[in-house]
């Protein structure tokens, strides 16, 4: 009897801290479907979170490997870290539970298309013609600010600007897994 009083319990704490979330935040919702409703929002708002938080690890493992990792064209040699720039995110995403194909181009169809660069969000591949214009050959993954991190043939992994210099015209899209 008392484990049901205390579900019941649980259940009314929850229902009001969501009424007093819902009040606080200037939503107001009236008729039969407001539970459902309140639930629907408390959902997005904790997915929403999960998702900056799962970007921001994305990042910091991103930026871990700064100075570690060596550069080579077609290489996935994950225990030595001589990896191709697509073989680095492929690593850096598995390292936060998310499975990508390897390469550039295999890359540049997972996910959802975000096709400027000012719609891009911490975590999401960045996709850019190094060579032939409009044909996807580097991918790294976007830090916030204008600024993604890669694994480039001169430097290994290094942070860039996306907007200035070498990078400036060759964003092709983003993807957001």
Known sequence: MQLVRKNRLSKSLVGISLAFSLLTSGTLLLGPQS???ASD???????????????DKIVSTARSYIGKVRYKYGVRDTKRLILDCSSYTQLV????GINLPWGSKAQAKVGTAVKTKSNLRKGDLVLFSTSKPGRVNHV???????????????????????NTGY?????????RL
């Open 35 to 37: 539970a459902h409703a």
């Open 167 to 175: 990078w400036k015209n060759r964003f092709i899209s983003g993807r």
């Open 140 to 162: 790294g993954i976007y830090i916030g600010n204008g600024k993604f991190v890669s694994n480039t043939a001169s430097s290994g992994v290094v942070i860039r600007d996306m």
């Open 93 to 96: 995403f598995k390292k936060n």
């Open 41 to 55: 929002s408390a959902a997005a708002t904790a997915y929403s979170a999960t998702s900056t938080s799962k970007s």
